[in-house]
Structure formats: C-alpha cells, structure tokens
C-alpha cells in the first residue's frame, strides 16, 4: 500500500456496483491510503455501496438525488459533520432516458434534453459549489465525460450534448476555484461495461469497434481510469487544472478503421 494519498478525505459519488467506473476510482484511492465516504442513489443501490465501501473502510454518507437539492445538502452535510473538510470529490454521474440513446439525437423531447443535462451536466457544478466550501485547504475536482462530447457516435445522441456541456463546465470551474487551489478535471473514458453503458444503444459493437481499432487495440479497464483517477485526486497532478484527459487506449487519435481490424 502506497502512502501517496495518506490523510486525504475524499466523497465518492456514482457508484452503483462493483463494475461503476466510480468504484474503480475509490479502489485506486484506497490503495494509496485515501479515507473515503461514499453517497447512492435510492434503496436498491444503498444494498450494493454499503458492501463495497466497508470493503475500503469507508463511509456511507447517504441518499443522494442530484434532481433533488436538499439530498445534496444532506450529504455534505454528513461529511462536514464526520471530517470537518474535504479534499477531493468524484463526480461519475449520469442520465439520459434509455429510449433515447436509441436511434436519432434530432429527435428527442425537451423534457429529457432538460433532464438530461441536470443530471448529467448541472449536477458536477451543484456538487462543486458544496465541495468549495468544504476545501478549505484546496482540493481535486473530477468528473466523467466521454469522447461523444467531440465527436458524433451513434446513439450516445443528448447525452453527448450534456458531455459537451460538462467539459466546458470544467474549464470554467477551473477558472473560478484555481486561486483557491481548487483544481478541476475530467476523465475522458473509453467505452466500459457498465450499468450506465448497457442502456446505450448497440454498445456491445461499440466496444468491439473500439478494441479493434485504438492503437492499443484493446478497450480500458476499470483498473486503467482507476489510475488516472489516483493522479487527478491526489498531489501528482498539483499544477494541472482545466484539463480533458482521455483515458481510452487511444482510441482519440484514430481517423478511420484500422486496415488490420477484423470484420465484426
Ligand atoms: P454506472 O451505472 O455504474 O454509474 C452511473 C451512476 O450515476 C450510478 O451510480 C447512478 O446511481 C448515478 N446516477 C444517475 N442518475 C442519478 C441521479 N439523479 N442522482 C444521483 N446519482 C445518479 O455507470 P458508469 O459507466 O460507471 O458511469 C459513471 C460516469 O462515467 C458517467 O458520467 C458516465 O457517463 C461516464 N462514462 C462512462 C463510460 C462507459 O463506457 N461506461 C465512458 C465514459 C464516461
């Protein structure tokens, strides 16, 4: 066990299962001796994070919605009340109905464009201005995006609208919290078997086309954003705000098909 994360408290939200990006995450931190304090979402997750975070000796700091304002003030207040402060939070939240990650972006409603873009985008910047006030020593902001928010992909449609968004909301934040030694990035993951993903339209061909077409010709694993996650959250990354890292075997860099990718 590494000490490199020793005494840093960190909140971790956006766990669902032993397969969500965000455990993947927490359990990196942990193995460089980070304390952290975990939130769900409803019952039936609560089932699933109260394990996982006795695993990492962690706390569960309660129900969070992100539609929901008072739950967010209820969780940080927890944490206030059981630290005192904070130094970093994840932020691996993310929502669209599944019945539009399917077919054409043109063609969704404004009530999920609206919804959508609360959960997904909004939510990061509810929870940094709670964040803010508990970082009293400065602190590590990190989210979530993916390379939808770039480029067209079939079926990621409103949600890569709300990635857009969520990157340009980094930038800003970043701007905003840096003389407060508030730093604030994103991972840009490559595609993950996760709940999340499964609602998305295809995306078993998605991953295939990804391992058989990124210069590492093969998809990331949780263990690989786990990493990167422990530079973003702990000193490693002392000097670096602002920042869209991708985390995706190089999957950026690709402009075609690679003439060796097998047909699938
Ligand atoms: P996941 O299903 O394990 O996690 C998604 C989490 O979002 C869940 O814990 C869920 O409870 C939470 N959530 C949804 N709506 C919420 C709400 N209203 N209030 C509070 N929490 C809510 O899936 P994941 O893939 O680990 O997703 C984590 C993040 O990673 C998301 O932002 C996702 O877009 C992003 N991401 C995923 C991939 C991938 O391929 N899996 C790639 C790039 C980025």
């Not at 979402?41 to 962690?58: I, S, T």
């Not at 905003?176 to 996760?194: C, E, W, Y």
Request: proline letters at 3%; one cysteine or more; charged letters at 20%.
């Amino acid at each position: 066990v590494s000490e490199l994360m020793r005494g840093k408290r960190g909140l971790i939200m956006g766990v669902a299962n032993n397969r969500s990006i965000a455990w993947g995450i927490a359990r990196a931190c942990r193995d460089h001796g980070a304390d952290l304090a975990f939130t769900y979402q409803g019952d039936a997750l609560k089932k699933r994070v109260e394990p996982l975070a006795e695993e990492v000796d962690g706390l569960v700091v309660g129900h969070c919605d992100v539609t929901d304002p008072a739950s967010i003030d209820a969780v940080f207040a927890q944490v206030e009340q059981a630290w005192g402060s904070l130094d970093f939070v994840l932020h691996a939240i993310a929502y669209s109905d599944k019945d539009q990650l399917d077919g054409r972006y043109v063609d969704t409603t404004e009530d999920n464009f609206t919804k959508t873009m609360l959960i997904s985008c909004y939510s990061f910047t509810a929870i940094a201005q709670r964040a803010e006030k508990l970082m009293k020593n400065g602190g590590s902001m990190l989210t979530l995006t993916y390379y939808g928010a770039e480029k067209w992909m079939p079926h990621y449609n409103v949600m890569g609208l709300a990635k857009a968004a969520l990157e340009s909301s980094v930038r800003y934040m970043a701007a905003d919290l840096g003389v407060k030694n508030i730093r604030v990035n994103a991972i840009s993951a490559g595609p993950i078997k996760t709940l999340a993903a499964s609602g998305i339209g295809d995306f078993r061909y998605i991953l295939k086309w990804n391992e058989y077409n990124t210069p590492m010709r093969r998809n990331v694993t949780l263990e690989d954003v786990g990493k990167a996650g422990v530079f973003f959250l702990s000193d490693l990354s002392s000097g670096v705000t602002g920042e869209i890292q991708h985390v995706d075997a190089g999957y950026h860099v690709v402009g075609i098909k690679h003439p060796d990718a097998p047909d699938f």
